[in-house]
């Protein structure tokens, strides 16, 4: 930490148990407090760090990362690095430099988060615009509306920027083997290979799986349980693969939500806005993709792309392994068909021909930061003027994420219009029966999602998937 190393012997009395935060830890434990505790969920920033590891490739990365959502057993073979460490005897970081300069902090509170952020990006090389700004911060809220004189300061470090390949960041040893360890507050066990994860999971079913913790962090903080046992996938990399093969491209469960938003994007451009709208950039480097779809959330943003991509999921277990449509995953509310003992292995996605049209659209109250109220996205090819092989996926338009089968048997065969479209738009109210909530009433959602069957054919006319 900071460059020095640190070493956990939780047998010791006083260790904190490994399920804690990393916030938790920093705060209450080391009595490092220019980390900030603002909401504790993921989304103001006041409590950004800093955390460079190997990726799967092998390179040392350097990225920003919500410490309210990592846990401290997450850190093992890493260097995490807080507001305390980026000054260097005596002298400042030029991202501290330059928001002195600029006067870019007001009452301070969200200071450290920014310039944690805008360290990591200025330590990986990246240059600063108006554009990267906006997803560079998108993690970060400033209280005090002291955007413009944030904006200003980081463009100014474009005058001192270096280009690096990788960061220059000594990494410490991960441990040599398994980790397992009883504590107050239940088992945490570190598996170190996918086999063994397995076991695990057989032995133990009822374990969550935890992968970026953005989601097993955020309850914890809602329901505070007293016992919080858990298998921490984190490390394996054999979960984080991406490959293509058999006319597919396939994404371990384990990828990051950022990672398959480099990886779909080049395939499918029209995904890019869809997922720049998940979250924010800490987030999505976090967030597994495995995770998401295991939580079966009807809002979820990832299951509606892979319903409407024809996506299909590899699943686990220690004696075997099953492959299973993404229209078929999703059994009920917060429901799915995976076993106790099963775990999503891959996500596989078809590749896009030259005739391949697909839209994708998030409908939220506010673009960063936000759950959907409702999400509709649609793959489909047309050959000579006519609609084939449609597929569909609505998010918030009923208890699960679903794809529409009469909405898809209506469109194939039919010209490539903005009247058919239309005509397809008008069946809306008659093929969902959806809720009224705090994020929309139903007509507001039936409204919505007529309108946006019309705007996929006014996005994709004239346009394939690689334009």
């Not at 991406?242 to 597919?248: A, F, L, N, R």
């Not at 449509?325 to 429901?335: E, M």
């Not at 918030?396 to 009247?419: I, Q, Y």
């Not at 994020?439 to 019309?454: C, F």
Request: net charge negative; proline share 6%; aromatic share 8%.
């Amino acid at each position: 930490m900071n460059g020095n190393p640190v070493t956990l012997d939780f047998c010791e009395h006083g260790t904190p148990d490994p399920q804690i935060t990393v916030l938790k830890y920093l705060r209450d434990h080391r009595k490092m407090t220019g980390t900030k505790e603002g909401c504790g969920t993921g989304d103001c920033g006041s409590c950004m760090v800093a955390l460079a590891q190997k990726n799967t490739e092998g390179y040392t990365v350097l990225y920003a990362v919500n410490s309210c959502l990592m846990l401290l057993g997450m850190l093992d073979g890493k260097h995490l690095i807080t507001i305390e460490g980026i000054a260097k005897n005596g002298k400042l970081h030029p991202v501290q430099e330059a928001l002195l300069h600029r006067k870019g902090t007001q009452c301070g509170f969200c200071t450290p988060g920014v310039a944690m952020s805008s360290f990591a990006a200025y330590e990986s090389g990246r240059k600063f615009t108006p554009e990267s700004i906006k997803e560079i911060l998108s993690g970060n809220l400033c209280r005090c509306t002291g955007y413009e004189s944030i904006r200003e300061a980081l463009i100014d470090l474009n005058k001192t920027a270096q280009s690096l390949t990788e960061p220059n960041i000594e990494l410490p040893p991960a441990l040599p083997g398994e980790f397992f360890w009883e504590g107050s507050m239940g088992p945490y066990i570190k598996p170190q290979t996918v086999s063994s994860l397995l076991e695990y999971k057989r032995k133990y079913p009822g374990y969550p799986i935890v992968s970026g913790a953005s989601d097993f962090s955020v309850k914890n903080i809602l329901e505070e349980p007293a016992r919080r046992p858990l298998i921490d996938s984190s490390d394996l990399e054999e979960l984080k693969h991406i490959q293509t093969e058999e006319g597919c491209i396939k994404i371990g469960a384990g990828s990051s939500v950022e990672a398959f938003k480099n990886e779909l994007v080049p395939l499918y451009p029209a995904a890019e806005e869809y997922l720049l709208s998940f979250a924010s950039l800490p987030v999505r480097i976090k967030a597994s993709i495995g995770g998401s779809l295991a939580g079966a959330s009807s809002v979820g943003d990832i299951m509606p792309l892979l319903l409407a991509l024809n996506a299909q999921l590899e699943l686990r277990t220690s004696g075997g392994n099953r492959t299973v449509s993404c229209k078929a995953f999703n059994t009920g509310y917060h429901a799915h068909l995976l076993e106790p003992y099963e775990i999503i292995y891959a996500v596989r996605i078809p590749l896009p021909s030259k005739t391949t049209k697909f839209f994708a659209h998030k409908q939220s109250r506010r673009k960063d930061m936000d759950i959907s109220t409702l999400t509709f996205c649609m793959g489909f090819e047309v050959v000579n003027g006519t609609i084939y092989h449609a597929s569909t996926g609505f998010g918030g338009m009923a208890p699960t994420p679903v794809s529409s089968g009469e909405l898809e048997d209506f469109l194939n065969g039919r010209s490539f219009s903005e009247d058919t479209f239309a005509r397809a738009s008008a069946l809306i109210p008659q093929l969902f029966s959806t809720i009224s909530d705090v994020r929309g009433s139903a007509d507001y959602r039936i409204t919505i999602a007529s309108h946006l069957l019309v705007s996929c054919f006014l996005e994709t006319q004239g346009r394939n998937n690689d334009g």
